[in-house]
């Protein structure tokens, strides 16, 4: 039985919702994710917009003119693709097709999280680059990414690995308990 099949059975049995249920609840746990990180997406790519218009960013090393255009490209990739699952449920609304909506939302999220990760290493080597010099920027940006890849994957997995599967959950949920003591 692959997973999704295991999270249905789980979810029918511990929560009693049905499909359509757990549907409206991934699209609105997805929706409340996707509002905390747009808002932080978008003020930064506005700012990142902004800067080429600023005097003294024609003073910016070339090194750091590259950078810049790189973590300017990322971030902008990064508001595409977490605006996207809002266009794709306005053209398939009514559709009866919400499975493909939340599938579709649940990977564009992933892709748009990496590229906001890349767009706050790339920002860290920018404002180090220009106010020490490049390799302070590429050592700010290396511990940045380092600490993304801390805690926005390696300790997630731990404790999904920890957490066990719901179904060793439950069955350890209706074990009697021995006391301790």
């Keep these: 039985m692959d997973h999704l099949e295991q999270d249905r059975r789980w979810n029918e049995h511990a929560r009693h919702e049905t499909s359509v249920q757990r549907l409206d609840r991934n699209w609105s746990s997805l929706l409340q994710e996707l509002r905390v990180v747009q808002t932080g997406v978008q003020l930064l790519t506005g700012l990142l917009l902004t800067l080429p ?94 600490g993304i890849v801390a805690f926005w994957l390696v300790l997630p997995v731990v404790l999904r690995v920890r957490g066990g599967t719901p179904e060793a959950r439950s069955a350890e949920d209706r074990s009697p308990r021995l006391p301790t003591g």
């Design 53 to 146: 218009f600023h005097d003294g960013f024609e003073d910016l090393r070339p090194g750091l003119r590259i950078v810049y255009l790189v973590t300017v490209s990322c971030s902008i990739g990064a508001t595409v693709l977490l605006i996207a699952p809002i266009g794709i449920h306005r053209l398939l609304f009514r559709r009866h097709r919400l499975d493909v909506v939340v599938v579709t939302a649940h990977r564009l999220a992933y892709a748009g999280i990496l590229l906001l990760a890349l767009t706050l290493s790339g920002v860290m080597v920018l404002i180090f680059g220009a106010v020490l010099d490049l390799w302070a920027g590429v050592l700010a940006g290396t511990i940045t990414g380092a």
